[in-house]
């Protein structure tokens, strides 16, 4: 049986976590409404090689709590459009999304 205030705080340590992660998002010149995951897989969906290993190195780090084969293919949805300052991609063009993974 799990006590109120477990939960309580337990919600409170991963609401701390998502601003931080929003935090860090907008001060690299991103969408304040967006996470990291999400604009790291735009990123990988463009194309870039580094953001390939980001999303590897998430993905090993959420495996604990989610048990989710490819972090960053979850945060990424057909139409997802950032407002970013600065794009991490070095071209212009939004990213196309395929079902396969492309590490």
Do not use: Y
Not at 49 to 68: D, E, K, Q, V, Y
Not at 86 to 93: A, E, F, G, I
């Amino acid at each position: 049986m799990s006590c109120a205030l477990c939960r309580g705080v337990r919600q409170l340590v991963v609401n701390v976590l998502e601003l931080a992660d929003k935090a860090l998002n907008t001060l690299t010149l991103g969408d304040p409404n967006e996470n990291m995951s999400r604009r790291i897989a735009r990123a990988r969906a463009a194309g870039e090689r580094w953001a390939a290993s980001a999303c590897r190195m998430l993905t090993w780090l959420f495996w604990i709590f989610t048990r989710n084969p490819d972090h960053c293919a979850l945060s990424l949805t057909p139409g997802t459009l950032g407002r970013e300052i600065w794009h991490w991609s070095n071209n212009d063009t939004e990213p196309v999304l395929t079902t396969k993974n492309p590490q």
